[in-house]
C-alpha cells in the first residue's frame, strides 16, 4: 500500500521539524534586521513566514487536523496580496530616489 | 455581522461609484455607507451569534467596539477632503474604499473566534493602511513613512504568526475556547513549552501593532510621514481594533497563564508609559507629538488589559472612545491650522504654526483646547472618566500587583499635561498669524459634535457607560 | 431656597452672559462680573445671618442624584451633587465671597481682553465657591480640579513677562497634587458603601425616605459581618459617609480594622500622605511651595488678590475636610512631621521674604510662611490650634488681599516693584501709607489686628498639643520675629527718608478713591477681627469641637 502523506512527513521526528523551522526563521529575522536592500529585507520577510508556513504543516500531519494546512493556505493567499502591495511601495520609492537601500531613507527623524 | 458583510459590498460599490464623473457623491456615500454599517450593527444588539463554524462571534462586547470604529471611521472620513495635492493624480473612491476595507478587517480582528480570522482581519487592516500611509505618492516622506511601516509591519506579521504556529502546535487548535480549555484544563503532561514562548510572540506581534513600547519605533516616523488623515485614522481605529484583539485573546484563551502574561505586560507598559509621554515632551512638531501620545495613550489602555478585572473591557472601550474623539479632533485642527502657511511644500506641523490660532478662529482653538485636555485627563472632559475607570481596574486587581504601574501612570499623566498643553500655550497665549482661517460647513458640525462629546461625556459619563 | 447653589449658578450665569454678550460693549463685561460678586457676597452675609451656630453638622444642605455608574461586581457607584455648610467652611465662604467682589473691583483695571477676563474670572469664582460647599468628594475633586484651567489662563493671558513659565509650573504642580488625591478618591470610594442607597437597593426600605437610624446601624452590621451582596453595596463619594468607620467594607483597602499594607506601609498612611500631599501643593507647604512666588509675581494684581486670599486656602481646608477628616489615625501619627514641615514654611517663608528686593515675592514668602501657621495650628490637634487655624486662614485671606492690592497700587503707578527704587513715600502718598501700615502691621501679628489672634491661638495649640514636640511653639515665634524684621525694614525702605525715587515724582499719586475702596473695607475687617474674633471664633468653635472628638 502506498504510504500517505502524514506518515512520509512522520518519517522525520517532530522536533527536527520545529528546529529546522526555527533556524529559517531566526535567519529571516537576522535578515531583516542587517541587510539595507528593501528587496532583500522583504525577502527575508517571505523567509519568515515560510519557516511559519512548514510548522504548521509538520503540526497539522503529526495531529492529522487539516486546520493547520488551511490556514498555510490563508497565509500564502494573505503573503501575496502583501507582496503586491510592498513591491507597489518600493517601486514607487525608486521612483523618487532611483534607489531602494532604506539608509538612504532618513527624512523623518525620530 | 451583517456589519462586516455590508462593509465589504459598499467598498465594492464605492469603487464603482470611482467612475462617475462627479465626484461630489463620494463623500455623501461614504458617510451613508458608514451610517448604514453603523445600523446594521446595532440589529444584533442583545444577541449572541457564532458564524461560519465557530469562525466570528458578535455580542454587546462587539457591537461596542465596532460602534466606536465606526464612529471615528465616519469622522475621520467627514473631515477628508481631496487626497493628495493635484486633482489628476487623486482617486478619492479608492482611498474611501480602502478605508472601508481597512474597517472590515478592523470589526474582523474585534469579533473572531478563531485564531485564523484575526490573522486575516489584522492583515485586510495592515494591507490597507501600508497603501494608505504612501498614498500621497509624489512626497519623500509619505513614499519612506510606507515602507518603513510596511517592513516593520510584515515583519511583526511574521513574528506574529510563528507565535500561533507554536500554540497551535502546542494546543493543536486555532480556536480561542479551545485554545483557553486546554491552557486552564492543564493537560496530563503539563502545559507544552511550545505555548509559552508562543504566546510571547503572539504578544510582541499584537504589541506591535498597537504601538507599544518596546514595539513602537515605527511608530512616530509611520505617523509623521502619512498624510495626517489617515494618521488620525490609524492612530484612532487600530487602536481600538488592537486592543480588543488583544484583551479578546488574553482572557478568552490564556486566563490559565495570567501570571506570565501579566508580568509581561506591566513591564511594556511602564515602558510605554515611560517612553510616549517623556519623549512626546521633546518634540517640537505637533504630529510628532501627537503620534507619541498615541504611544502613551497604548500604555494606559493596557493598564487595563494586564488588570484583567471583570472591569476592563468597559473601561477600555470609555478609554477609547474619549481618545478616538479627542484624537480625531486634535489632527481635524492639525490638518486645518497646517495647511495655512506650508514650508517649502510641505504644512507646517510646528508648535509656532498655532500661535495665535484663538485670534484666527475661535472654535477650532476652542475644540483642540478641549481636545488636549480630554487627552490629558482633566476633569468635566472624557479623557478623565477614562483614566479613572482604567485606574480604578488597576486599584482593583489591587496594590501590590498595580501599585508601581499607577505611580508611573500617575506621573507620566503629569508630564502629558505639559505637553498637551504646549498647544493650548500656543494658541492662545502666543500671538502670530492674524489671518482668519476658515472652514466648511460639515468640518465645522464635525469640530462641534466631538467637542459637545468629549464635554458631554465629561459631565455624564454614566449614559454611555451603561451600555458598556 | 438653594443657596449654596445660587453660590455656584450665580458667577456662572455671569460667565455665561459674559459669553454671549456681544463684544461691541467691552465695558459691561466688567459690571456684569462686579454685580453678580456683589450678589454672591451678599448671600454669603445672609448665609453668615442664617447660620445656627452652635449646631455642629451641615447646614442648608442639597443633595440629587447625579451620576449613577453599576459597575457589575464592584457594585454601584453613586455620585452626588451633593452641598452643605458648617462651621469650618462658613468662614472661608465669607472670605471668598468677600475677596472676590473686592477681586472684581481691582479688575476694572484690566483694559485687554476684557470679555475673556471676566469670564475666566467669574468662572474662577464658581469654582472656589463650589470646592468650600461641597460634600461629595468627587464634586469636591471636580471643581478644584476645574479651578485650575481658568486660573491658568488668568495668570498666562494677563500676567507679566515670565507668564508662560509661571502658568504652566501653577498647573502642573497643583495637577501633580490632584493626581495624588485621584488615586487616594479611588481607594476610598472602593472601600466606602452608602448606608442609605444600599438599604434601597437590598430592598430592607421602599426608599430612600424611609430610611432610619435603625435601618442605616443595621446595614453598618451587616455590612461588617459581609453578609450583603457584592453587586448590592452601592458606593458613595459623600464625604460625611466616608469620615463614619461604620461604611467601610470589611476587608477593603482603606478599612481601619482590615489595616492592609502597601509597599511595606500601611495603606491608610499612605493615602493620608498623599492627600496630604495633594493639599500641600496648594497651601502650599515647604518645599511644594516653589511655583507661588512665581505666579505671584507674574499674575495681574486681582488675580494674585484672588489666589492669596482664596486659593491657598482650599489647601487648609483640603487639609481639615479631606485629610484629617477622613484619615485621623493618619493626622495622629504624622502629627509631629506636620507640624515641623509648619515650622520650616515658617521660618523658611519668613527668611525668604528677608532677602526679597521684589515687593510681590516678598509678600509671596510671607504668605508661605503664615499659611506654615495653619498647618502647625492643625497639626496640633487642639481646640485653640485648629480654631486658630481658620482664623489664621481668614485672617490672612484679609491681609494677604490688601498686601497684594498694596503692592498693584505701586505697579499700576510706575510698573516697577523693586523695593530700591523708592524712598521716603510717605510724603508724597500719606494714604497709602497708613494703609499699608494697617496691612503690615496686621501681617506681622501687632495685637488689635487680626493677625495677632491667628497666629496666637495656633502657637498656643501647639504648646498645649500632646502631639508636638516642645521646641516647635517656640521656633514658630520666630517666624514672627522674622515677620516683624521683614516687614518693618521695607516700610522703612519704602516710606521713610526723604523722598526718591528712580521713575517720574509726578506718576505717585496717592490712592484713588477706587483703590480706597477696596483697601479701606480690608482694613476696617482686619481690626474689627483683632478686636472682636468672637465673631469668628463663635462660628467656627462647636463644628471644630465636634471634629476634635475623632482624634
Same mark, same amino acid.
Given at each position: 500500500m502506498q504510504p500517505t502523506i502524514p506518515d512520509v512527513v512522520q518519517t522525520i521526528p517532530l522536533p527536527y521539524y520545529i528546529w529546522f523551522a526555527s533556524a529559517l526563521f531566526v535567519i529571516g529575522i537576522v535578515g531583516v534586521l542587517t541587510r539595507r536592500n528593501a528587496i532583500i529585507i522583504f525577502m527575508s520577510v517571505e523567509v519568515m513566514l515560510n519557516a511559519v508556513n512548514l510548522l504548521l504543516v509538520a503540526f497539522s500531519a503529526y495531529r492529522s487536523d487539516p486546520a493547520g494546512q488551511v490556514f498555510v493556505f490563508f497565509i500564502m493567499a494573505v503573503a501575496a496580496a502583501e507582496v503586491s502591495v510592498g513591491l507597489a511601495i518600493i517601486v514607487m520609492i525608486y521612483r523618487n530616489i532611483q534607489s531602494i537601500d532604506i539608509g538612504l531613507l532618513n527624512r523623518l527623524k525620530g | 455581522m451583517l456589519s462586516i458583510i455590508s462593509l465589504s459590498l459598499f467598498g465594492i460599490l464605492n469603487l464603482f461609484l470611482?467612475?462617475?464623473?462627479?465626484?461630489?457623491v463620494l463623500l455623501p456615500a461614504t458617510l451613508l455607507f458608514i451610517a448604514l454599517a453603523f445600523a446594521a450593527n446595532l440589529l444584533d444588539w442583545n444577541h449572541q451569534y457564532v458564524y461560519f463554524r465557530d469562525m466570528l462571534r458578535t455580542n454587546n462586547l462587539f457591537i461596542n467596539f465596532s460602534s466606536i470604529i465606526l464612529l471615528t471611521t465616519f469622522l475621520t472620513v467627514a473631515i477628508s477632503?481631496?487626497?493628495?495635492?493635484?486633482?489628476?493624480?487623486?482617486?478619492p473612491a479608492e482611498y474611501y474604499a480602502i478605508m472601508l476595507f481597512s474597517v472590515v478587517g478592523a470589526l474582523m480582528m474585534v469579533g473572531f473566534e478563531n485564531l485564523i480570522m484575526l490573522f486575516i482581519g489584522l492583515e485586510i487592516l495592515s494591507v490597507s493602511l501600508y497603501v494608505l500611509t504612501g498614498?500621497?505618492?509624489?512626497?519623500l516622506r509619505s513614499n519612506e513613512a510606507a515602507l518603513k511601516y510596511f517592513l516593520m509591519g510584515s515583519f511583526a506579521t511574521g513574528i506574529f504568526l510563528f507565535g500561533i504556529a507554536l500554540v497551535y502546535g502546542a494546543?493543536?487548535?486555532?480556536?480561542l475556547s479551545a485554545i483557553g480549555s486546554y491552557v486552564s484544563g492543564g493537560p496530563t503532561t503539563g502545559i507544552s513549552p511550545l505555548l509559552y514562548v508562543g504566546l510571547l510572540f503572539i504578544l510582541a506581534g499584537m504589541l506591535f501593532k498597537v504601538s507599544a %513600547?518596546?514595539?513602537?519605533?515605527w511608530t512616530p516616523d509611520v505617523y509623521d510621514g502619512a498624510p495626517t488623515l489617515f494618521t488620525a485614522f490609524m492612530s484612532t481605529v487600530v487602536k481600538t481594533a488592537g486592543f480588543a484583539a488583544l484583551y479578546r485573546l488574553l482572557t478568552v484563551s490564556f486566563t490559565g497563564v495570567y501570571g506570565l502574561w501579566w508580568q509581561v505586560l506591566t513591564g511594556v507598559t511602564v515602558l510605554t508609559l515611560l517612553v510616549g509621554n517623556i519623549t512626546a515632551v521633546?518634540?517640537?512638531s505637533v504630529k510628532r507629538m501627537l503620534a507619541y501620545s498615541s504611544v502613551s495613550h497604548a500604555g494606559y489602555l493596557l493598564i487595563a488589559v494586564a488588570a484583567k478585572t471583570p472591569q476592563s473591557p468597559s473601561a477600555i472601550l470609555f478609554y477609547s472612545l474619549a481618545y478616538s474623539i479627542a484624537t480625531i479632533t486634535g489632527f481635524a485642527v492639525l490638518i486645518l491650522v497646517a495647511e495655512q502657511k506650508p514650508i517649502e511644500g510641505r504644512p507646517?506641523?510646528?508648535?509656532? %504654526?498655532?500661535?495665535?490660532l484663538a485670534k484666527r478662529n475661535p472654535l477650532l482653538a476652542f475644540s483642540l483646547a478641549v481636545s488636549m485636555v480630554s487627552l490629558a485627563g482633566i476633569?468635566?472632559?472624557?479623557g478623565f472618566w477614562g483614566k479613572f475607570f482604567v485606574f480604578s481596574t488597576a486599584v482593583d486587581r489591587g496594590m501590590t500587583n498595580m501599585g508601581m504601574v499607577l505611580v508611573v501612570a500617575v506621573l507620566m499623566s503629569v508630564v502629558g499635561v505639559y505637553y498637551y498643553f504646549r498647544v493650548i500655550i500656543a494658541s492662545y497665549l502666543k500671538t502670530g498669524d492674524s489671518e482668519p482661517i476658515g472652514i466648511r460647513p460639515l468640518y465645522r458640525f464635525i469640530l462641534v459634535l466631538t467637542t459637545a462629546l468629549t464635554i458631554g461625556l465629561g459631565l455624564f459619563p454614566d449614559v454611555v457607560r451603561q451600555l458598556f | 431656597m438653594p443657596y449654596l447653589s445660587l453660590l455656584i449658578i450665580l458667577p456662572l450665569l455671569a460667565a455665561l452672559l459674559v459669553v454671549f454678550?456681544?463684544?461691541?460693549?467691552?465695558?459691561t463685561f466688567r459690571w456684569i462680573a462686579l454685580v453678580a460678586s456683589l450678589l454672591n457676597f451678599l448671600l454669603t452675609l445672609l448665609l453668615f445671618f442664617r447660620f445656627?451656630?452652635?449646631?455642629a453638622g451641615y447646614q442648608f444642605v442639597e443633595q440629587t442624584d447625579w451620576i449613577t455608574l453599576s459597575l457589575g461586581p464592584l457594585g454601584v457607584v453613586s455620585i452626588d451633587y451633593f452641598l452643605g455648610l458648617d462651621g469650618i467652611s462658613l468662614p472661608l465662604v465669607l472670605l471668598a465671597g468677600l475677596v472676590l467682589a473686592i477681586g472684581a473691583i481691582s479688575s476694572?483695571?484690566?483694559?485687554?481682553k476684557q470679555k475673556a477676563y471676566f469670564a475666566l474670572y467669574s468662572l474662577l469664582s464658581a469654582s472656589l465657591m463650589g470646592c468650600f460647599v461641597a460634600l461629595d468628594l468627587f464634586l469636591f475633586f471636580l471643581f478644584f480640579e476645574f479651578m485650575l484651567l481658568p486660573m491658568y489662563f488668568l495668570i498666562g493671558l494677563?500676567?507679566?513677562?515670565r507668564r508662560e513659565y509661571a502658568s504652566i509650573k501653577f498647573f502642573v504642580y497643583t495637577f501633580l497634587g490632584s493626581i495624588f488625591i485621584l488615586l487616594v478618591m479611588i481607594g476610598l470610594y472602593l472601600s466606602v458603601a452608602d448606608p442609605v442607597e444600599t438599604a434601597v437597593a437590598m430592598g430592607?426600605?421602599?426608599?430612600?425616605?424611609?430610611?432610619d437610624a435603625n435601618v442605616i446601624a443595621d446595614v453598618q452590621n451587616y455590612l461588617q459581618e459581609g453578609r450583603i451582596e457584592a453587586d448590592q453595596i452601592v458606593h458613595t463619594f459623600s464625604i460625611p459617609y466616608m469620615a463614619e468607620?461604620?461604611?467601610?467594607?470589611?476587608?477593603?483597602?482603606?478599612?481601619i480594622a482590615a489595616d492592609h499594607v502597601l509597599f511595606g506601609q500601611s495603606a491608610r498612611m499612605l493615602a493620608f500622605v498623599l492627600v496630604f500631599l495633594g493639599f500641600a501643593v496648594k497651601l502650599p507647604v515647604v518645599p511644594l511651595h516653589t511655583w507661588l512666588p512665581d505666579a505671584h509675581v507674574e499674575a495681574p494684581t486681582p488675580v494674585s488678590v484672588v489666589l492669596a486670599g482664596v486659593l491657598l486656602k482650599i489647601g487648609g481646608y483640603g487639609f481639615i475636610r479631606i485629610a484629617y477628616g477622613l484619615f485621623p489615625d493618619g493626622a495622629i501619627v504624622f502629627a509631629p512631621w506636620l507640624g515641623g514641615l509648619g515650622v520650616l514654611s515658617i521660618v523658611y517663608g519668613a527668611l525668604n521674604a528677608l532677602a526679597m528686593n521684589d515687593l510681590k515675592r516678598m509678600i509671596a514668602y510671607s504668605s508661605v510662611s503664615h499659611m506654615g501657621f495653619v498647618l502647625l495650628g492643625l497639626a496640633s490637634l487642639t481646640s485653640e490650634g485648629v480654631n486658630g487655624a481658620l482664623f489664621q486662614m481668614v485672617s490672612h485671606g484679609i491681609l494677604s488681599a490688601m498686601l497684594f492690592l498694596i503692592a498693584g497700587v505701586l505697579y499700576t503707578r510706575t510698573h516697577d516693584r523693586q523695593l530700591?527704587?523708592?524712598?521716603?513715600?510717605a510724603a508724597r502718598m500719606p494714604g497709602y501709607v497708613t494703609l499699608t501700615a494697617i496691612a503690615f502691621f496686621g501681617s506681622l501679628g501687632?495685637?488689635?489686628?487680626?493677625g495677632f489672634i491667628g497666629e496666637f491661638f495656633t502657637i498656643m495649640g501647639a504648646f498645649n498639643s500632646?502631639?508636638?514636640?516642645?521646641w516647635m511653639a517656640p521656633v514658630a515665634t520666630l517666624g514672627i520675629v522674622l515677620a516683624a524684621g521683614y516687614f518693618l525694614w521695607t516700610l522703612q525702605r519704602l516710606f521713610f527718608g526723604e523722598f526718591w525715587s528712580?521713575?517720574?515724582?509726578?506718576?505717585?499719586?496717592d490712592v484713588t478713591p477706587r483703590e480706597r475702596l477696596m483697601l479701606v473695607p480690608l482694613a476696617a475687617l482686619a481690626l474689627m477681627l483683632g478686636i472682636l474674633p468672637g465673631i469668628l471664633l463663635n462660628l467656627t468653635q462647636s463644628t471644630v469641637g465636634e471634629f476634635l472628638k475623632n482624634f
Open positions: - | 470611482g467612475f462617475l464623473k462627479s465626484r461630489r477632503r481631496s487626497f493628495g495635492t493635484d486633482e489628476e493624480h487623486t482617486h498614498s500621497d505618492k509624489r512626497s494546543t493543536g487548535s486555532f480556536n %513600547a518596546p514595539f513602537h519605533f521633546y518634540q517640537s507646517d506641523e510646528r508648535y509656532e %504654526a498655532f500661535n495665535g476633569p468635566l472632559t472624557a | 454678550l456681544p463684544n461691541r460693549n467691552q465695558t445656627d451656630k452652635s449646631v476694572f483695571e484690566i483694559k485687554q494677563w500676567g507679566g513677562e430592607l426600605v421602599p426608599g430612600k425616605e424611609l430610611v468607620p461604620g461604611n467601610y467594607l470589611p476587608q477593603s483597602l482603606l478599612n530700591d527704587s523708592y524712598r521716603g513715600l501687632l495685637p488689635a489686628l487680626s500632646p502631639y508636638l514636640p516642645n528712580k521713575h517720574e515724582a509726578g506718576l505717585l499719586t
